[in-house]
Structure formats: structure tokens, C-alpha cells
């Protein structure tokens, strides 16, 4: 489904059923078509940083009164920016960059956006056509660059082509499985004249985003369920993609299986419902896991089996039988085989089933299997503990004077946040330990309210992805829950939040390490450090690098707080401020994520007592 652009369009473009119209503009630069064909999709906001390639285009965005520009200070930050805004809002996000290290700069966030099915329209500005091929300077093939990690992409060879190229990639990037669209645009395009015709609706042949299941794939379901004794649900992004949360609650209400998400199902279900079993995999609950590793039958919808979630492949829900149903034919059967393989959108899919279990009621209440979960979820609940190992750490020695008791863990900073925000909060986060606890310890009831960069797995997402909930959100609360790693990779971040007034917040759970990886240096490699201390050692005594100053430089607020006492006053302070905020939260480096499954192993080797 990838084609390089080459024919130009007409006034009318015949489709094998009904021509589709389109409206004639009058005469523009390329660069001009480009930004009315913006508008015509709603585009409402761009993160672009400029250069030779895309000024023009940036010339042309100071002409349009619709789009808001926000100038990001580093390409990735407007990738991201660009996906907060997406994942939040459901809509497509839309970032631009010039060619070479601008274009390559969107790389992180491209593959990002293609791991996790996040609809983006990705533009770059491209050497003059002429210099293509001639290592010109800034020339990259970005076309060529991308092409694993898009759904599609163009490089814009003639003019008239580029009102379509701008239809057919917002289509393409929302509908069926959403994911990244590249228009890389030559500089002599961006520069040409013509007349532009655009498209009411985009014409694919051969695209059709949206399959259905059958009725007797949806009644084979139902007679599976009414078999099965333990059944559970383990449903994922697709059914957030597809809209699909209410269908899913009608379902899980109508059948009383209980729902499993993966992590970036968060808030699909909501997690305080009694049916819920929070997220499963690596660190997901251990009564989730251990569900699904005795369920007789697994619901799969929308989701993709990934290797974080199912450890060894081959002993995930080894006895069960398990029904997959996905929009993308290729997930089926791709990591396992499973025995009823479906290819359907998710919300007509549950929407039918729901229909389906009204009429003919499910006669089994699942009470033997409901008592054996909340069996499980008594014994082993998210929890954590004030291990000795933490009241005689460094952390507690050097940086709180001795004084243990005040020593701040980073799970309750989440539990308190989830407080002081009634769990109404959209939560981004960086990648590693704190990212796993702002999954675990804040209870998400919606969907699009927990985003966070989950199969490419990118540290620096966070406080750039709150930019973009924010900016299409302006009046939720954006919270990004930050590692001292992850934050300091996309810093910079910090002046697009104060230039351009995006009162996101931050809240950094600075540990002075890179967590996630000292933890598996503890687990696997006797707790040999190899590089993942983040503080000055000739210095360990000062908290490094101090965001507080950093923050003052970017005319930003920040507070660090040190003790548990002032830590609920800090964090309102920070709640109620109307402008971005950064809290620098100090914890224990010693604390590990639990539960845990080493990768590739199974449930049965599940760390799961902290
Ligand atoms: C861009 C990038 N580089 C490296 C990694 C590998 N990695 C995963 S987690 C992690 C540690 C993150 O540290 P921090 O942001 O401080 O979070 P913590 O685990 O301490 O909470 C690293 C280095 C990554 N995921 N992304
Ligand atoms: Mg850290």
C-alpha cells in the first residue's frame, strides 16, 4: 500500500461506483495548496520547526488564520507533541520539519506512531527536485527512510498532485488500523503555481478499512463462552482506536467476563469496576496475569499479542482457547496461533456480540471463576512497601539528612496525584520505572487518558506529549509523569511550554538513575552499574542536574520537594497553578517495579511480592 505520487489530478476523478467532485481553488503556490488542503481536514494545530526546505510552507502557515503553529525547540519534541495531541484527541496529529536532520530528527516519532497505531501526518520539506540524488546539502531520502516504520508515504512529484496527497493521507492515517502517513515535498513544488482541485473525499483502490465480522464468526464466539468456566477478556489499544469502550461495557456487563487491558488499553475499561483486572504482562497485576494463564478461553480484541504482555509466547493462556479479533489481517496468527482468527473492526464487532448475549442471555454467572479472581486480587494487590533497603539507602543517608521516615516512594506520588485529581487527569509519561507506576497506581476510568509511548518504548516522550493533550485540551488537567532521564532527553520542551502558554504539568520522579535499567542490573547482573547513574559522582551529594535552576532559565515554575510532608502541599500548588509547572520529586533509587516477569519467562516465574 506504499506508491510514490505520479499522476495529476482532474476536475473530476471517477471512481468505479460515483464520481467523486472536487472544488477548484484559484491559483497558489504549492505551499499555499498545501495549507488549504490542511484546513479542509480541520487541522486545527501544527508543531513545525522550520528551515530552507520548509519556510516556505512556514511562510504560508503566517498567511492561514486557522492553524495554530506551534514551534516546538527540537523536531522530536514536535513529533511528539504532535502524538499527545493525537492519542488524546482521536484526531490526526500534524507535525513538519525541513529536510535532512530535521526530517531524520521525526524518525523516533514516526516509528513511534507506527508501534503504537497512532493516527500522523508527518510533512518535510525536500531539496529541490532538480538536486534530488546528488547528496545536495540537507538532502536525506526521508521516502526511503521510513518506509518500514509508515503506513504509507509520498514524495510530491508534480504540483497538481498535492491537494490530493493531503486527502489521502488523512484518510489513510485515521481509518482501518490509524498509523503514520510522510509527504515529503521538494522545494520547487513548494514554490510552483497552480490551480488546485481538492478532493471531497479521498478514492483508494483496494483500501477498504473496514472489515466485519461474520454472523457466524460472532455466534461461534458465543458458543465458545457459553462452554468455557473461565473466561476472560484481554482487549488493548484497538478498542480506544475504534471507539469501541461503551460496546465493551455492554458486553463485559452482559457476560460478567472479567477484562484485562494492555497498557495502552488503559482506561478502555475502567479500572475501579469490579470486573476489571487492571493490565496484564511484565508488570501488569499478578491476578491479571495469573487469570489469564488458567483462563479456558481468551477474548483477544485489538491487540496484538505483544511480547511485554505474553512473556513466553507459547505458555501465555497455554490451555485456552483463544479468539483473536483484529482490523489488521497481518496481527492474526503473527505471534501466536490461536483458534479463532477474526478480522473485524472491534466496536461493530462487540457492538453485534452485545446485541447478540441481550437476545440470548449467557446462562452461566462465572461465580466459581469470579471467587478465584478476588481471591488472587486479595493476596497479591498492587502494593508497595518502605523496604529496610530504602531507609538505608544512599538516598536517605545523603540527600534527607538521615530522616527515613519523611523518605517519599514513588508509587504513593501516583496515588496521590490520582487523589488531587479524582483520577480525571490525562497522564502522559516517559519510559522506565516511573512509567510503569503511573500505570499501576492511578486508576484510569476513560479511554485516551493514559499516554505513553508503549511498543517503540521512547524515553523524551512524556513532557513533549503533554504539550500536545494540552494544546488540543486546554481545559483538562495534563499531567506527565516524568523520569530524571526521560525528561532531561526532550528538556528543551520547557520554552514551547512557556512561549506558547501550554500550562501542562510535570512531575519528575527523579531517582538520579535510570531506573528500569539499574533494576534489571540488580536482578541479572549482581548489581554491576554500567552507566546508568544520572548524577555528578564527584558529587553525589547534590541533586543532578538541579531542574529547578533549569526551569528559572525557561521562566518555567519548579519545586523540588525532598520530604513526605511537604509533598501533598507542592503538588497542589502545582495542580492549581495556571501555567506550566514542574515538580522535581526526589525518590529512592533502590525501589524495583513488582510485579515482574522476566523477559521470556512465563507467569510461573512471576516476582510478585514487593
Ligand atoms: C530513547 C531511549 N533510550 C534508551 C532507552 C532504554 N531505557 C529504558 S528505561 C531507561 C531508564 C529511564 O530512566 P528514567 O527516565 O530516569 O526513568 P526511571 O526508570 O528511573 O523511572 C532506559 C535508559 C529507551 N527506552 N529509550
Ligand atoms: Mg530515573
Redesign the pocket.
Known amino acids: 500500500m506504499r506508491s510514490m505520487s505520479k499522476t495529476s489530478a482532474a476536475t473530476e476523478t471517477k471512481s468505479a461506483t460515483t464520481p467523486i467532485r472536487g472544488e477548484v481553488g484559484p491559483t497558489m503556490m504549492g505551499s499555499e495548496i498545501l495549507v488549504a488542503a490542511l484546513e479542509r481536514e480541520g487541522v486545527d494545530t501544527i508543531f513545525a520547526y522550520p528551515g530552507g526546505a520548509s519556510m516556505e510552507i512556514h511562510q504560508a502557515l503566517t498567511r492561514c488564520k486557522k492553524i495554530r503553529t506551534i514551534l516546538p525547540r527540537h523536531e522530536q519534541g514536535g513529533v511528539f507533541a504532535a502524538e499527545g495531541y493525537a492519542r488524546a484527541s482521536g484526531r490526526v496529529g500534524v507535525c513538519m520539519a525541513t529536510s535532512g536532520p530535521g526530517a531524520t530528527n521525526l524518525v ?1 516519532g514516526i516509528a513511534d506512531a507506527y508501534m503504537d497505531s497512532v493516527p500522523l501526518v508527518a510533512i518535510t520539506g525536500q531539496v529541490h527536485q532538480l538536486m534530488i540524488g546528488k547528496s545536495a546539502f540537507q538532502e536525506t531520502d526521508m521516502f526511503g527512510l521510513t518506509l518500514p516504520i509508515v503506513k504509507h508515504s509520498y514524495l510530491v512529484t508534480d504540483i497538481n498532485d498535492v491537494a490530493r496527497i493531503v486527502k489521502e493521507a488523512f484518510h489513510i492515517a485515521q481509518t482501518g488500523r490509524p498509523g503514520p502517513v510522510v509527504i515529503d515535498v521538494p522545494k520547487n513544488i513548494q514554490q510552483q503555481r497552480a490551480q488546485p482541485v481538492f478532493l471531497k473525499a479521498a478514492n483508494l483502490r483496494g483500501y477498504h478499512p473496514n472489515p466485519r465480522a461474520s454472523e457466524i464468526e460472532l455466534n461461534e464466539i458465543i458458543g465458545l463462552i457459553e462452554k468455557s468456566e473461565r473466561p476472560v477478556l484481554y482487549v488493548g489499544g484497538g478498542i480506544i482506536t475504534s471507539g469501541a469502550s461503551p460496546e465493551l461495557r455492554q458486553f463485559v456487563e452482559a457476560t460478567r467476563i472479567p477484562v484485562a487491558t494492555t497498557l495502552m488499553g488503559c482506561g478502555s475499561f475502567p479500572e475501579t469496576h469490579p470486573l476489571s483486572l487492571k493490565w496484564l504482562g511484565m508488570h501488569g497485576s499478578a491476578y491479571a496475569n495469573w487469570a489469564v494463564s488458567e483462563a479456558d478461553l481468551l477474548l483477544a480484541f485489538g491487540v496484538r499479542f505483544d511480547d511485554r504482555v505474553t512473556g513466553k509466547v507459547d505458555k501465555f493462556c497455554e490451555h485456552g482457547a483463544i479468539v483473536h479479533i483484529d482490523i489488521d489481517a497481518s496481527e492474526l496468527n503473527k505471534n501466536r496461533r490461536v483458534h479463532l482468527p477474526i478480522i473485524s473492526d472491534i466496536k461493530y464487532a462487540l457492538a453485534q456480540l452485545a446485541q447478540l448475549v441481550k437476545a440470548r442471555p449467557i446462562r452461566k454467572q462465572f461465580t466459581p471463576w469470579h471467587e478465584r479472581i478476588a481471591a488472587w486480587k486479595a493476596k497479591a494487590p498492587l502494593r508497595y512497601r518502605v523496604t529496610d533497603e530504602v531507609l538505608k539507602s544512599q538516598h536517605v543517608r545523603e540527600h534527607m539528612g538521615g530522616d527515613a521516615h519523611q523518605v517519599i516512594m ?1 508509587q504513593e506520588v501516583v496515588e496521590l496525584l490520582c487523589e488531587l485529581t479524582r483520577g480525571e487527569a490525562i497522564i502522559t509519561t ?6 510503569m507506576w503511573a500505570g499501576q497506581f492511578y486508576q484510569y476510568s476513560t479511554p485516551r487518558q493514559l499516554l505513553t509511548s508503549a511498543g517503540l ?4 516522550f512524556g513532557f513533549p506529549a503533554a504539550l500536545g493533550a494540552k494544546a488540543a485540551f486546554p481545559d483538562r488537567q495534563v499531567v506527565d509523569i ?6 532531561l ?1 526532550n528538556v528543551q520542551e520547557l520554552a514551547t511550554a512557556h512561549i506558547e502558554n501550554i500550562a501542562a504539568k510535570a512531575v519528575i ?1 527523579n ?1 538520579q ?7 534489571w542490573e540488580d536482578r541479572f547482573y549482581a548489581g554491576n552499574r554500567g552507566h ?1 547513574y ?1 548524577g555528578d559522582p564527584e558529587n553525589a551529594k547534590q541533586i543532578y542536574p538541579d531542574f529547578v535552576a533549569i526551569a528559572k532559565g525557561f521562566n518555567v515554575k519548579c519545586e523540588r520537594v525532598m520530604f513526605r510532608k511537604d509533598l501533598r502541599a507542592a503538588m497542589q500548588r502545582m495542580l492549581e497553578t495556571p501555567e506550566p509547572y514542574l515538580l522535581d520529586v526526589i525518590t529512592p ?1 533502590t525501589e524495583h517495579v513488582i510485579p515482574f516477569i522476566p523477559a521470556g519467562k512465563s507467569v510461573a516465574e512471576m516476582i510478585w511480592e514487593p
Open positions: 523516533t514513588p516517559g519510559v522506565g520505572q516511573h512509567q518504548g521512547s524515553m523524551g516524568d523520569g530524571d532521564g526521560s525528561f532527553m520522579l531517582n538513575h535510570l531506573g528500569m535499567v539499574v533494576q546508568t544520572l533509587y
